[in-house]
């Protein structure tokens, strides 16, 4: 990914360990989006077919297929590899145009892997939260996921994950729904190995386990 003046904009989806941990938090939110970025959301804008749920977030959603692990839910997966919580806020016409009644929204690894603090993370994600509500969308937050403890990139940014969730889970946003999912996927503070290739994305076991953790609610339609 490239911003203004080939100044490179780092995610866990696109960079080596090495450099996933040398950019600038500060000036995260001011990055220009790759043009990739950009073109997926007006693709989005464009396809505002109605649907039952959508998914939003990073590439931990963006990966998978959701109408296959929850059949007979009509789902708009607005989910982005490589997306923050930074600039989640400033895309979502995008999300609303989808015109779904329930929002499931997780994100944060790739600022916390920037340095960003679980703070200022926080603070995103209720904006996206706030947004979505005054839309009518009933959201569903997940709490962000660290990464594998062989992931040693990542050491730092699963504490600052450890303080988000906490956040998340004292205050999720307005009329939002707190859905742990550390007691399945990250049960001592670290991604379980099992779940991911990369140490990082769900593998169709980790998929699994989290379509499990969901509220029962989220398997059917709203009808």
Not at 15 to 30: E, F, V
Not at 88 to 107: K, N, Q, T
Not at 158 to 164: K, Y
């Amino acid at each position: 990914m490239h911003a203004a003046q080939s100044v490179p904009v780092r995610s866990l989806r696109s960079c080596s360990p090495a450099d996933r941990m040398s950019t600038d938090p500060l000036a995260l939110q001011d990055k220009e989006r790759p043009a990739s970025y950009r073109e997926q959301v007006d693709f989005f804008a464009a396809a505002a077919t109605q649907a039952d749920i959508v998914m939003v977030g990073d590439s931990i959603l963006g990966r998978v297929q959701w109408r296959d692990w929850l059949p007979g839910v009509e789902i708009s997966n607005r989910a982005i590899p490589g997306d923050y919580a930074a600039w989640l806020p400033d895309r979502l016409d995008s999300v609303i145009a989808a015109r779904a009644d329930r929002a499931i929204l997780l994100v944060g690894i790739n600022d916390a892997v920037a340095g960003r603090s679980a703070e200022t993370i926080h603070r995103d994600i209720l904006t996206t939260v706030a947004r979505l509500d005054d839309a009518g969308i009933a959201v569903t937050v997940l709490s962000p996921l660290p990464c594998t403890a062989s992931a040693d990139y990542c050491l730092d940014a699963n504490r600052t994950i450890a303080a988000l969730d906490a956040m998340l889970a004292t205050n999720p946003g307005p009329n939002a729904r707190f859905v742990d999912l550390r007691p399945v996927l990250a049960p001592g503070g670290a991604l379980r190995e099992e779940f991911s290739e990369d140490g990082t994305h769900l593998n169709p076991r980790g998929v699994e386990a989290l379509v499990r953790a969901l509220p029962a609610d989220l398997h059917k339609t709203a009808n």
